[in-house]
């Protein structure tokens, strides 16, 4: 069931535009290449994205999530595959939360064994007190608690996705 407002319209709003903007003065004149993390990322991705310099690529990336579970089964598969040549290029992965910290962990070291120039991490969320592998985030929309959140990508088995705002989301009572 759907709990509260964690993060407004107004809110999401506000760190897509400053997150970009961190991107922009870091990125120079440099390509890159900007890999959303599906499906999680895709509205951060879309709104990021078109607030970067032009000159950027983007592509995307799917493996295996949560299901219609809240808790991570702790193994990453690949689903679907970049097409995008990364080697010597600057890659900027692109999330929607890191939890337990296992999936960007896996997808970066896939990424590096292709021999980019450099891999950074762009998140649109954290939960910090839930980590298990570190992960070095260079740009962080916000930190959360430890709750399970739904909405602007963000799902609970495939649902909740659509909406506007990120909202707490709390499993039935037994
Ligand atoms: P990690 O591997 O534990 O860091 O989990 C990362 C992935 O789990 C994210 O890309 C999300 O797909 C999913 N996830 C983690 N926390 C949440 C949440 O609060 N809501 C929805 N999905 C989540």
Known sequence: MLGKTIITRDE???IVS?????INRDLGEEPAVFIGVLKGCIFFFTDLVRQLKP?????????????????????????KDITADVRDRHVFLVEDIVDTGTTLK????????RHPKSVRIVSLLSKPSRRK???????????????FVVGYGLDCGEKFRNLDEIHEFLPDPE
Do not use: W
Not at 18 to 22: D, F, P
Not at 106 to 113: K, S
């Open 12 to 14: 999401i709003e506000r």
């Open 18 to 22: 400053r997150v970009a903007g961190e």
């Open 55 to 79: 000159s950027i690529e983007v592509d995307f990336i799917q493996v295996s999530s949560y299901g219609a579970s809240t808790h991570s089964s702790g193994t990453v598969r690949l689903v």
């Open 106 to 113: 896996d997808v970066a070291n896939m990424i590096r064994a």
């Open 133 to 147: 592998v570190e992960v070095d985030i260079a740009f962080l929309g916000a930190e959360i608690e430890d709750v």
